[in-house]
């Protein structure tokens, strides 16, 4: 067995259509069974969703207040007034930024922008940047991507003599700023369509309205802040990304064609994924360690060799960031795990702060805690002499970050947000008590099973429904991000054909799995340790992403998976190799590491039965419950064996229990096993033990009475051993049973043994030996063990599994009774 790391959620769309859909739309049922999850139902759509052209994008003027803000505007430049760009420091801050320079200088208007610093000046308009605009002559400042809650800072310019012109896509507030103009498609009296505009939409709408046509030539910019700021891949959105992705293949940006340098992107083979994760964090470093300034230079910049200086700039910026926020991380865990001393579990809300965590990135680190932890999380970066600290959350489905907070409100100085992220300021000495608060609130909602990821899946298939042209035709759903995820497929009992990893140090994972004569290579990222944990011909349930593969020239079927479930058990056969011993410690090192922990129990010599070959050892981890303590005395203990039995669910079994009362003892008290790793060398140390017939016995009689006498020094035994056919330890096996039946004598001197053969033994049946009975039952029980092949031995070592479940759940059932 292998569990999923997570619970897979798929989407419930009934057959009823798909195929009719397939036919309209001409697409595979695959593909159809997609476009209905998304919310497609007729061929209409599914065209305008495929195919939709940049013509198809809505009239600026419905949004409210584009007319007066063109207006404005228009007055400013038939005037010479000079404008300002106000705008923000993220990626959509800097694109919508960058964006109206382009418009500006495109309208040879007076102008000059301004973005306030993240540490020093916060988000938003300010009063102080303010004043400096009218110290400089601005009469006009267009906002872009903030000002909609700005309503005393917008009060004072008016006092000032700025009008302000806010463009902007957050949610509004109540009371709305007393404006110029207000252009916000979420405005609750704005008829605009589509409401799922970034802040650069809204700029671009502007630009749209002002020039009288769309303009195409900023599409790339547009397509960078709303990528980089999550807005839904619907719409306009969708329509807007993907001509600007095709146009970035060649852009006319040096900005643009400079940082897909640095990023080390084909522009050939530029996705929205690029511009999500690769492009929008190093425009989004500037921000957050420098000044957003140096990312509006390079978008904004018209020569390569200045363009390829702010890239190299960012990149530098961006790899700092990285590395301020891997020890912030650390530093957090570390805070955290002494919050678990107690219970050993994270708190249902995670809440962390310390002084001189750079509030640029706490909302990265909240994120990064997030996705290891599985916990709604604050973190928050306290300021040493003004006890004010600064702080961003994250939170996963059900609990809603910004109900939360309201729900203790009056202890932050300000908040803000929606469900899954949001950010607050509150002083030090409140801390305590908003912990306490959001731990009640979190308690009252929160199951367990919220604490366990969910993926949604957009549809099950078979391997033989995704050849290539059908995966082919999967790219057309692109652009892909939020509102229009990357379609994710299950593929249900596959057959593992092969497991090999791949990376200089095994890293990744490659499975080749095959289903109805169809074979698909999956590949997963970062779980090589997984190699060690799925059997070869095992049925197995993955989920992941299809893709194609193109190597010299072939194309082929991939899936990027993302988990993995077996529901069988495994036996990881590791029967007959060498340096057995060394290779079990190892193997229980690396599960170890790969996510669990190890322990040794062994069964002395002595306790191992009758000449048993060695010690034999149980090495164990757990995936799930992290490493488990077992005392030496394993015998005693019987409460602490108990929960143990429970938690226990992989094992590495080196050598082979001596008996069958001794294996019945391992399956009762590990009974919940799902993976078995059983390690035995070549053979045991002194030979096999085979069963000892009347012919063996007999030949082994007569060749000793030639000997007559010998000693136990081991040179002589050996030699017997051989000269009679035997192993040594079946050897020492008939010795003693010789002894039994008196066939032969011993006599002890102060270091030596002699043994002399009887001349006239007494007449009597093997069976009579107690010895012979023990040889017999012990090489049936080690036949068991080394002979039968991989699937005959899995088969019996689960059925002990088995038999003792059925006893243990009879038991209860007659308690019970």
Same mark, same amino acid.
């Given at each position: 067995?292998? $569990? ?129 605009? *009218? ?69 671009? @709408? ?39 992705? *095709? ?20 522009? @050939?083979?530029?996705?929205?994924? #690029? ?46 960031? *990285? ?55 604050? !973190? ?60 009640? !609130? ?83 990222? $970062? ?58 410690? *190892? ?22 039965? !009758? ?78 033990? #085979? ?6 016995? @007999? ?50 001197? @102060? ?67």
């Amino acid at each position: 067995m292998l $569990h999923p790391r997570s619970r897979w959620i798929c989407s419930d769309v009934p057959d009823t259509g798909i195929e009719q859909l397939a036919q309209e739309a001409r697409v595979s049922k695959l593909v159809a069974r997609m476009l209905a999850v998304r919310g497609i139902a007729d061929a209409e759509q599914a065209h305008r969703f495929l195919h939709a052209d940049i013509d198809e994008m809505h009239d600026p003027y419905l949004l409210a207040g584009m007319e007066d803000a063109v207006a404005r505007i228009r007055t400013a430049l038939a005037n010479r007034e000079r404008i300002r760009i106000y705008g923000d420091y993220d990626a959509d801050g800097v694109s919508s930024t960058s964006l109206m320079i382009y418009l500006m200088r495109h309208l040879e208007a007076e102008f000059d922008y301004y973005i306030p610093h993240r540490a020093n000046e916060g988000y938003g308009l300010n009063k102080a940047a303010l004043e400096a605009a *009218q110290a400089c002559g601005v009469t006009l400042v267009v906002t872009v991507d903030t000002g909609i809650s700005a309503v005393e800072e917008i009060a004072y310019a008016r006092e000032l003599g700025i009008d302000i012109v806010v463009t902007d896509h957050h949610e509004p507030p109540e009371q709305l700023p007393n404006a110029c103009a207000l252009v916000n498609p979420k405005l609750p009296y704005c008829p605009y369509p589509f409401k799922g505009l970034a802040g650069v939409g809204v700029a671009f @709408k502007l630009a749209h309205a002002l020039l009288g046509r769309i303009p195409e030539e900023w599409l790339e910019l547009a397509a960078i802040g709303t990528v980089a700021d999550l807005m839904p891949l619907l719409d306009e959105n969708r329509i807007l990304v993907r001509a600007a992705l *095709q146009r970035m293949k060649r852009s006319r940006y040096a900005g643009i064609r400079a940082l897909l340098q640095v990023c080390s992107i084909d522009p @050939k083979e530029v996705t929205s994924t #690029h511009i999500a994760f690769s492009m929008a964090p190093r425009i989004n470093a500037s921000g957050r360690l420098d000044h957003a300034d140096i990312a509006v230079q390079l978008l904004t910049a018209e020569h390569d060799a200045a363009a390829e200086a702010f890239a190299w700039e960012l990149d530098r910026l961006n790899k700092e960031r *990285q590395k301020i926020v891997d020890g912030i991380v650390k530093e957090a865990e570390a805070l955290l795990v002494e919050k678990m001393e107690d219970t050993g579990e994270p708190p249902h809300v995670i809440v962390l702060a310390a002084e001189g965590w750079n509030v640029g990135v706490i909302g990265i680190v909240a994120s990064k805690i997030l996705e290891k932890y599985y916990r709604p999380t604050f !973190v928050l970066g306290i300021d040493g002499e003004t006890g004010l600290c600064k702080g961003s959350a994250r939170s996963i489905p059900g609990f809603d970050l910004y109900e939360a907070m309201q729900s203790c409100g009056e202890l932050f100085e300000h908040y803000g947000g929606h469900q899954a992220a949001a950010g607050m300021t509150i002083q030090a000495d409140k801390l305590e008590e908003l912990e306490q608060r959001l731990q009640e !609130v979190a308690e009252g909602i929160l199951t367990e099973e919220h604490f366990v990821p969910c993926v949604e899946v957009d549809a099950e298939c078979g391997l033989n429904e995704i050849p290539l042209e059908v995966i082919d035709q999967l790219g057309q759903l692109a652009p892909f991000g939020m509102g229009n995820p990357s379609p994710r497929v299950v593929i249900r009992n596959a057959r593992v054909r092969e497991i090999r990893t791949m990376g200089k140090e095994g890293q990744h994972l490659k499975l080749m799995l095959s289903q109805d004569r169809a074979t698909l290579d999956a590949v997963a990222f $970062h779980r090589g340790g997984l190699a060690r944990r799925i059997t070869s011909d095992v049925k197995a349930d993955v989920l992941g992403e299809l893709s194609v593969n193109e190597w010299n020239g072939r194309r082929r079927p991939q899936l990027f998976m993302q988990d993995i479930r077996i529901q069988e058990r495994q036996l990881f056969d590791l029967r007959g190799i060498p340096d057995a011993w060394e290779t079990a410690v *190892q193997l229980a090192r690396i599960l170890e590491q790969d996510g669990g922990g190890a322990n040794v129990l062994v069964t002395t010599r002595e306790q191992a039965g !009758v000449h048993a070959a060695e010690s034999f050892a149980w090495l164990y981890s757990d995936e799930e419950e992290g490493p488990v303590v077992v005392p030496g005395a394993w015998r005693g203990d019987e409460p602490f064996i108990a929960a143990m039995s429970e938690r226990v669910r992989e094992m590495v079994l080196f050598g082979m229990p001596p008996s069958e009362q001794e294996m019945r003892r391992l399956t009762r008290q590990l009974r919940h096993m799902e993976r078995l790793h059983v390690v035995l060398p070549r053979e045991p140390i002194g030979g096999r033990l #085979h069963m000892p017939t009347r012919d063996r016995i @007999k030949r082994a009689y007569a060749e000793l009475r030639r000997v007559h006498t010998w000693t136990n020094e081991p040179e002589p035994m050996r030699s017997l051993a051989k000269r009679v056919s035997l192993s040594l330890r079946e050897f020492m096996l008939l010795i003693d049973m010789f002894q039994e039946l008196q066939f032969l004598c011993c006599t002890h001197h @102060k270091h030596t043994t002699t043994f002399e053969m009887a001349a006239q033994p007494a007449k009597t049946s093997l069976e009579a030996s107690q010895r012979y009975q023990d040889w017999a039952s012990a090489a049936a029980w080690e036949q068991r063990w080394y002979e039968p092949a991989t699937e005959a031995f899995a088969a019996w070592l689960w059925s002990c599994w088995d038999e003792e479940r059925d006893v243990s759940l009879l038991r209860r059932s007659s308690d019970g009774f």
